[in-house]
């Protein structure tokens, strides 16, 4: 027995590496060669491309498709319809198979519905990428970009709340009361010790 779910209408192709508890739903496509962590959820309608590599708890909402040259790291989030790209130039009648741009989803990062990422970035741990945003630079951790072309309005925390940052750089989440600081045009939460 399989140790993930794939429903009836799914298809596996052969050498993918599933982790257990991950749920493969509706007219899904999972091609060669590619790698999913354990507790991951493909919506309907999903397509992850040869060689595309998830981490743990990654969820894929409906009509996503995931290109070869994307990985997304632990507790990914990408909404309903958000698109990847894979090369920056396409031309139907141009071969351009070797020329895939890496794109890279760091841990905790939520993209958001309709929203487009345009390949050779990174965007960073626990960004949020707003709905129908367009976003063509890396984007740093902890981020909240909306718009097209996307641009930074605000900081989120790992809850996904705003973060507001006093004059010495602090900010809680309103829902974790963590803290968080800022530092450099750089966010990060300070660990207790």
Known sequence: MKPYFAHETAVIDPDCNIGSGTNIWHFSHVMSNCVMGKNCNLGQNVVISPEVILGNNVKVQNNVSIYTGVICEDDVFLGPSM????????????????????????????????????????????????????????????????GNPSKQIGWISEYGHSLNFNELGHAICAESKEEYELKDNKVEKVVST
């Open 83 to 146: 698109v990847f790209t894979n090369i920056i130039n396409p031309r139907s009648a141009i071969k351009r198979k070797d020329q895939y741009s890496k794109t890279l989803v760091k841990r905790g990062a939520s993209i958001g519905a309709n929203a487009t990422i345009v390949c050779g970035i990174t965007i960073g741990e626990y960004a949020f990428i707003g709905a129908g945003a367009v976003v063509v630079k890396d984007v740093l951790p902890y981020a909240l970009v909306v």
